[in-house]
Antibody
């Protein structure tokens, strides 16, 4: 079965760090574009970061310089290292696969259930 | 960056109603537009990709249309399980993947 499962969320103080993991099954993380998307309590969806199959990485302006996306192909796992955390980073963090159809259109077709990150003193 | 604006932000409807949600891009995105459904406490679910293609397993009462800057998600006959929040998303495989602010569909 194709699925994603996040872990690593929790309560962290402002300025602290946290690493999220996203374990994939049924497909290879290395062969796909993989993103992190977050949702603050009661708010909408915000794209955070992507890692392409070639290893290129991109970030939303709101997290650039503080968050790092990576993957471990041997573990088929995606990561998000978060540093200098702020109250505004409080959210449920989902990982998602960006799948492509034959005409080149992409969409986030597989999502994890999410892991909650709370930044508070 | 391209901005995505949905309307309305919320709506009330009855079972069996036809429901239409619109999404407008700040500049042309051709047909690079996706629609997702999200229920409370759950992950988003892909409904429509490439503006009008139905994702496998999604009921045919859901349909999408539009191109350029103006897009529509239609539910032809609202079912009890369709009460949720719907998001449009600019795709195109280049960042950022911008989402609309969401439309909450509630029971009248």
């Amino acid at each position: 079965e194709v699925q994603l499962a996040e872990s690593g969320g929790g309560l962290v103080r402002p300025g602290g760090s946290l690493r999220l993991s996203c374990a994939a099954s049924g497909f290879a993380v290395s062969n796909n574009y993989m993103s992190w998307v977050r949702q603050a309590p009661g708010k909408g969806l915000e794209w955070v970061s992507v890692i392409y199959s070639d290893g290129s990485t991109y970030y939303a302006d709101s997290v650039k310089g503080r968050f790092t996306i990576s993957r471990d192909n041997s573990k088929n796992t995606l990561y998000l290292q978060m540093t200098s955390l702020r109250a505004g980073d409080t959210a449920v963090y989902h990982c998602a696969r960006d799948g492509f159809d034959s005409s080149g259109h992409d969409a986030f077709d597989i999502w994890g259930q999410g892991t909650m990150v709370t930044v508070s003193s | 960056d391209i901005q995505m604006t949905q309307s309305p932000s919320s709506l009330s409807a009855s079972v069996g109603d036809r429901v239409t949600i619109t999404c407008r891009a700040s500049q042309s995105i051709s047909s690079y537009l996706n629609w997702y459904q999200q229920k409370p406490g759950k992950a988003p679910k892909l409904l429509i990709y490439a503006a009008s293609s139905l994702q496998s397993g999604v009921p045919s009462r859901f349909s999408g249309s539009g191109s350029g800057t103006d897009f529509t998600l239609t539910i032809s006959s609202l079912q009890p399980e369709d009460f949720a929040t719907y998001y449009c998303q600019k795709s195109s495989s280049t960042p950022p993947w911008t989402f609309g602010q969401g439309t909450k569909v509630e029971i009248k």
